[in-house]
């Protein structure tokens, strides 16, 4: 069974310049997690889905983030005019919901530097 | 508000030593998960194990178990018979039941070293 797949492994950007972020998760998990992990921390919830649908999004910063899951499968996460505070690695994960076992597994992440 | 606390930042053992990680955790809720994962240097989290708060059984997978204190509201990771390929840093993890929903806060870490 392949794991969660995270595309690019490494973006380094220019502040006000905008990058985006692809996951595809283990094939029928419905959940999918998208975490941002400064250096030295451990990883913070910003936005999940269940299928296509946002179920908590209270921790994106909305003027500059944005996260969709149209088709219930991939998922791409954008950061519009990055700043350096957005430097950290984001990582990717899923889960079935169903069971109420709710381990996640989790891609390798994208490194990201703000300059 | 809920809050994820991993005491010591470093650990470290030798080679087949017990080696115990704590963490305490602040909940309101009555029904929550504790998890821990380890992070790979590859960048990787890996699931290790996980404990139920409804659960009073002793969680053990491998040479993975906790020690589950509900009232001090504190779970200890502990790993047996150590090996190097057990250094990375390990994660404690608390997933709240919410209407709606779930909550989840990771703690800070704890890096461990496993010499030969």
């Known amino acids: 069974e392949a794991g969660v797949t995270q595309s690019p492994r490494y973006a380094v950007l220019q502040e006000g310049q905008a990058v985006s972020f692809w996951c595809d998760p283990i094939s029928g998990h419905d959940t999918l997690y998208w975490y941002q992990q400064p250096r030295d921390q451990g990883p913070q919830l910003l936005v999940y889905?269940?299928?296509?649908?946002?179920?908590?999004n209270s921790q994106l910063p909305s003027d500059r983030f944005s996260a969709v899951r149209p088709k219930g499968t991939n998922s791409t996460l954008k950061i519009q005019s990055a700043k350096q505070g957005d430097t950290a690695t984001y990582l990717c994960?899923?889960?079935?919901?169903?069971?109420?076992?709710?381990?996640?597994?989790f891609g390798p992440g994208t490194r990201l530097t703000v300059l | 508000a809920q809050k994820v606390i991993q005491v010591w930042s470093t650990a470290s053992r030798q080679e087949g030593e017990e080696l115990t990680l704590d963490c305490s955790y602040e909940t309101s809720q009555v029904l929550y998960h504790l998890f821990w994962y380890k992070h790979l240097l590859s960048g990787e989290m890996v699931f290790l194990i996980r404990?139920?708060?409804?659960?009073?059984a002793k969680e053990r997978s491998g040479r993975y178990s906790v020690v589950f204190q509900k009232s001090l509201k504190s779970i200890s990771l502990v790993i047996s018979a150590l090996q190097p390929d057990d250094s990375g840093k390990y994660f404690c993890?608390?997933?709240?039941?919410?209407?709606?929903?779930?909550?989840?806060?990771f703690g800070s870490g704890t890096r461990l070293l496993v010499s030969p």
């Open positions: 993890a608390l997933w709240e039941l919410r209407t709606g929903g779930y909550k989840v806060v």
């Open positions: 994960a899923s889960s079935l919901s169903a069971g109420g076992r709710w381990e996640q597994y």
């Open positions: 889905f269940r299928d296509e649908a946002v179920i908590d």
């Open positions: 404990q139920m708060s409804s659960s009073t």
